[in-house]
């Protein structure tokens, strides 16, 4: 039945979700790994006026764990950064030609924005996802690979300048964090609201006082 196949989908996503964060919560591989930015990990990231910000005090309790969480940190904020532009680009109804799924005579373009594009993906495209992500944690970008430099460079260059390496990973580290609070914000929003971002910014429902109408 269609709510037979709804809730193996959902399933599916939820395995999906729960395997890409599985990096986030599995045990060092060791205490101390090596690292090739040649700049200081502690440094990176800090954004004024907070300074360090510990508020739990794990850098002197947990100091072996940190390197651990700040390659986690800044794994997600790449995803986070890299799911804002999808929602942004789908949002615009920028979507490939042809076909998602030829045997369900399902087109790219037929699939909503939104969350309730994943809804729209055929059980055996989900299960392709899964793989892929399998792939990139196990094999490609390794998640124990803390230092996060998997090879590509910036842009295809490899940046000798410890200071400039330093700014451009400190943009990386603000920006992951702030996508990672947009993409958040975004899905809230939507489900709350029942309509995507694009729904919202064009009937002018921006603001989260009142009935929502304008910015005030």
Do not use: C
């Amino acid at each position: 039945s269609q709510s037979k196949k709804k809730r193996i989908k959902m399933k599916l996503v939820i395995a999906t979700l729960l395997i890409a964060s599985a990096s986030a919560f599995a045990p060092a591989a060791s205490t101390k790994a090596a690292t090739s930015l040649k700049v200081s990990e502690i440094e990176l990231g800090v954004t004024e006026p907070l300074g360090v910000y510990d508020p739990l005090g794990w850098l002197e309790s947990e100091p072996e764990a940190f390197e651990r969480r700040r390659a986690v940190e800044r794994k997600h904020g790449r995803v986070a950064m890299a799911a804002v532009v999808g929602v942004i680009v789908h949002n615009n109804h920028i979507t490939f030609d042809g076909y998602l799924s030829p045997s369900a005579n399902l087109k790219f373009s037929d699939v909503p924005t939104g969350i309730d594009g994943i809804r729209a993906i055929p059980t055996a495209g989900l299960a392709q996802i899964l793989a892929f992500f399998a792939l990139v944690e196990l094999a490609w970008m390794p998640a124990s690979k803390y230092d996060g430099d998997y090879g590509v460079g910036y842009f295809g260059t490899d940046i000798k300048d410890p200071e400039e390496k330093a700014r451009k990973l400190n943009v990386e580290l603000n920006n992951g964090r702030a996508a990672m609070m947009g993409i958040m914000g975004n899905m809230v929003a939507e489900v709350l609201t029942g309509q995507t971002m694009a729904e919202q910014y064009a009937g002018g429902h921006i603001s989260p006082f009142g009935d929502g109408q304008g910015v005030f």
